[in-house]
């Protein structure tokens, strides 16, 4: 199963990129082709050099220092960027409330546009000018209460409390309308998910199927929601799993400079896999090419060796019967220059070699 950004990962992410590309200038911007999730901006900071971020819906964004192949003829949607976005400065990267979105705004001359990075669902990139109005969308999508298209005005899905910012007061009101585990409440009413609903739990001394919480029980859990969101950052992978900080479910782990490299080395590993199944089917593809060329070509050489050594035992035959049969052409030509072709014909019917007699062409056929 693939690695996909949570809500609280891309907290912690956008975080950490927010130094590094804030204020860089767009160079180009690339988009895969048959993987269209697929996106890549390269820019230039004035503070930290080449950067270069990678967009992959609904999984993940990261930065990166790989090159990869990008298509030569881009999308219309990559065009479209390109057009507006070249040369244009990122002055924003933000996530929304606590949603799994990432918003890049970027200036360019007296023009702002966002480019929306939708990391949950079938994922989708979507660019918006400075009145929220969609300019271009990676994917065309309808859900019941909003559409994503080009001259629309684009609208977030609905939304409850942002928990970052969630109150003692709010987190007392959520669990009084909920009728579930507390695990389940966190992953779901909290938008933790699974694996950061466990970590919260870890940090308390509730039991995470309890549904009884209680004033201080409240007090308790928001305090730890709060301290969830102010982890030191220390990157890590568990299998093939990543987090900004090392949770305690996890018993053995793998440290990265940065979450983007943790994220990377997860991604990276995907797509080394999917390029390694292409290149295996590429590779039986062409071998499969190749055998039927040399079976053909088996098939031709057996021709070509039957065919000679039928015309090696006819040259024998003609070696062995040779004075016979240049008795029979010195024959027919001197009946043909005396009495023509009618002549030679009546002559068949009287030679036992001699089957045929074509006049046009001047070819006789015999039988050795």
């Not at 009413?189 to 739990?201: C, H, S």
């Amino acid at each position: 199963m693939p690695f996909i950004l949570s809500a609280l990962d891309v907290h912690y992410l956008v975080k950490e990129l927010r130094p590094l590309v804030q204020d860089a200038f767009v160079d180009k911007v690339y988009q895969g082709e048959e993987e269209k999730g697929d996106s890549l901006l390269r820019m230039r900071s004035p503070r930290t050099g080449k950067q270069q971020l990678y967009v992959k819906v609904p999984e993940a964004l990261f930065l990166t220092e790989h090159r990869f192949p990008w298509p030569r003829q881009p999308t219309g949607f990559c065009m479209q960027l390109r057009k507006h976005l070249t040369n244009a400065q990122l002055v924003s990267v933000e996530q929304h409330a606590f949603d799994r979105i990432v918003e890049l705004v970027f200036k360019k001359g007296e023009k702002r546009w966002t480019l929306v990075i939708e990391l949950f669902s079938k994922g989708n990139v979507v660019f918006i000018n400075n009145e929220g109005v969609i300019r271009g969308v990676m994917d065309l999508q309808r859900w019941k209460d909003r559409t994503l298209r080009v001259n629309a005005p684009y609208e977030y899905p609905p939304q409850q409390n942002d928990t970052k910012t969630m109150s003692l007061e709010q987190l007392r009101e959520r669990w009084e309308e909920n009728d579930k585990e507390l695990v389940k409440f966190c992953a779901t009413a909290l938008g933790l998910g699974g694996k950061y609903a466990e970590e919260l739990l870890s940090r308390t001394t509730f039991d995470k199927n309890t549904k009884e919480l209680g004033k201080k029980g409240s007090e308790q859990l928001h305090a730890a929601l709060q301290a969830l969101f102010e982890e030191a950052p220390r990157p890590t992978t568990h299998g093939e799993d990543a987090a900004p900080f090392p949770l305690h479910t996890w018993k053995e782990v793998e440290q990265h400079p940065t979450f983007s490299a943790a994220i990377e080395a997860l991604v990276i590993a995907e797509k080394r896999d999917v390029v390694d199944s292409a290149a295996a089917a590429s590779t039986r593809t062409r071998q499969d090419k190749y055998d039927r060329i040399i079976e053909a070509q088996t098939k031709k050489l057996d021709g070509y060796k039957r065919s000679a050594e039928e015309n090696q035992r006819k040259g024998e035959r003609i070696y062995e019967c040779y004075q016979e049969l240049s008795s029979l052409l010195e024959k027919i030509g001197e009946l043909h220059d005396r009495d023509g072709w009618a002549a030679v014909k009546e002559h068949v019917k009287e030679h036992k070699l001699l089957v045929t007699v074509d006049g046009k062409s001047g070819k006789l056929t015999v039988d050795l």
